[in-house]
């Protein structure tokens, strides 16, 4: 049971993006084929990977967070983000000691324009914002 000081700050234990893309080898493929067709498209894709894995801007951006940033697929995201969201994807969340809060949703993503550093200041802003400590 959260005190009511626990709600009144509650404070961020990892963040959660998710991917507009299916995780499975299928989806994988569907997105990359769509993606250089101009049929599919993912903000949050745009930022943390390039065009076969993980980009490095991002990995270093990741790494300076206080918190880890985990990430999914639409298919195989936590069920209680899924219920936060609405199943609204990309996404990304926190999940705090009271619960999952949407900090980012695709408009505030594709604002991004691609940058790992313009997604960790959308994140800080959207905490603060939202009243959100950080460990």
Same mark, same amino acid.
């Given at each position: 049971?959260?005190?009511?000081?626990? %709600?009144a700050?509650?404070?961020i +234990? $990892?963040?959660? /993006?998710?991917?507009?893309?299916?995780?499975?080898?299928?989806?994988e493929?569907?997105?990359?084929?769509? !993606?250089?067709? /101009?049929? !599919?498209?993912?903000?949050?894709? #745009?930022?943390?990977?390039?065009?076969?894995?993980?980009?490095? #801007?991002? %990995?270093?951006?990741?790494? /300076?967070?206080?918190? *880890?940033? #985990? *990430?999914?697929? +639409?298919?195989? %995201?936590?069920?209680?983000? $899924?219920?936060?969201?609405?199943?609204?994807?990309?996404?990304?969340?926190?999940? *705090?000691?009271?619960?999952?809060?949407?900090?980012?949703?695709p408009?505030?993503?594709?604002?991004?324009?691609?940058?790992?550093?313009a997604?960790?200041?959308?994140?800080?802003?959207?905490? =603060? =914002?939202?009243?959100?400590?950080?460990?």
């Amino acid at each position: 049971m959260s005190t009511s000081n626990e %709600q009144a700050n509650p404070t961020i +234990r $990892r963040l959660i /993006g998710v991917y507009d893309a299916n995780g499975t080898l299928r989806g994988e493929l569907a997105y990359f084929v769509g !993606a250089r067709l /101009g049929r !599919a498209h993912c903000s949050l894709c #745009d930022i943390t990977h390039g065009l076969a894995r993980e980009r490095s #801007d991002w %990995q270093a951006c990741r790494a /300076g967070l206080p918190v *880890t940033f #985990d *990430t999914f697929h +639409r298919d195989d %995201q936590p069920e209680s983000v $899924r219920s936060a969201t609405s199943s609204t994807v990309p996404v990304v969340v926190a999940e *705090t000691n009271i619960g999952i809060v949407l900090l980012l949703g695709p408009d505030e993503l594709r604002a991004c324009a691609g940058s790992p550093e313009a997604l960790v200041h959308a994140i800080e802003s959207a905490a =603060a =914002a939202g009243g959100l400590n950080w460990p």
